[in-house]
């Protein structure tokens, strides 16, 4: 009788439903860690803008870059974001044996497991490794173009000194300022590629470390299915 009542009394099934929640949402550790990484980033980010210094970079970039440069870096961070909250999933679908998030690609596998694990596990960590490529690959590019905003601002600080045919004062005091917009765009653009190159790197670093365990945790647990 006194089962029947809890089970009957709104008040105990809505305080197991915000438990069932709760342990729902602490189960992804991996998105959340990733969201606390993104959170500290945008913070950053956000003090920088309100001291202008976002905008000091914008301003004095002539190549424009430094946008380009941020812009790749906000898209490859919302990738990132995705394959968190994926690899999320399957690790919370690894945990519960396949219970929860049915169609995430470690509970399939868990569910199809045959006598061939070890080439469908194989199969599944290629899947999941592949998707981490194209982040390593944008963080390699946001450097180098940073090297290429550095070429840039040298060839645009150069060109005036060969246009130069009288030393007078004024002209070269010209020459200087136009100097400096050159040197700006190849200090900016270089800062720009390393800081985004960096951030990114350790975002998917945060990742890879993840993916690298529920792989080690689904291949002790195929070792133990086959034994």
Known sequence: ELMRRQRSDPSTMGSQNEKESTTR???????LKSLILFGVISFVFAVLGT??????????????????IMLIYVIASVHWL?????????????????D?????RVAHFLKTLT?????????LADRLQNRHTAGHFIADALL??????????FILMLLPVAQIEDFDTNLVQQLMVQMSAGMAVALYT???GLVTSTLLKLQYLLADNALSELLTDLSEKLESEQV
Do not use: M
């Open 25 to 31: 949402i602490t189960a992804h550790k991996i998105f």
């Open 51 to 68: 001291e202008g210094l976002l905008a000091l970079v914008i301003e004095s970039d002539r190549s424009r870059l430094s946008i380009v």
């Open 82 to 98: 995705l394959i968190s909250w994926d690899l999320s999933c399957q690790r919370v679908a690894l945990d519960l044996g396949g």
């Open 100 to 104: 929860a998030y049915g169609e995430s």
């Open 115 to 123: 006598d061939a694990g070890t080439r469908q596990y194989e199969a």
């Open 144 to 153: 180098k173009l940073g090297l290429l905003g550095t070429i840039i601002g």
């Open 190 to 192: 270089t800062l720009a």
